[in-house]
């Protein structure tokens, strides 16, 4: 439908807007792979991968990957 096409579109636009401003970055020392980390005000991090999907979410810490 229109207004699910719509709302994927609006999903995309604020995975790459949260791209823009991640609160850590994370490298994957064995294979490169680079993560995004968003706090939230519990003490935890939900890291994201280069493709927006969510890996999880954990405790924060800096070197998490």
């Given at each position: 439908s229109t207004q699910?096409?719509?709302s994927a579109a609006s999903?995309?636009?604020k995975r790459q807007e949260y791209f823009d401003e991640p609160d850590r970055i994370c490298t994957n020392s064995s294979d490169g792979a680079?993560?995004?980390g968003y706090d939230d005000?519990?003490?935890n991090t939900t890291w994201y991968n280069?493709?927006?999907t969510i890996e999880g979410t954990y405790?924060?810490?800096d070197d998490w990957c």
């Open positions: 699910s096409r719509s999903d995309v636009y680079v993560f995004a005000e519990e003490g280069k493709n927006g405790a924060t810490q």
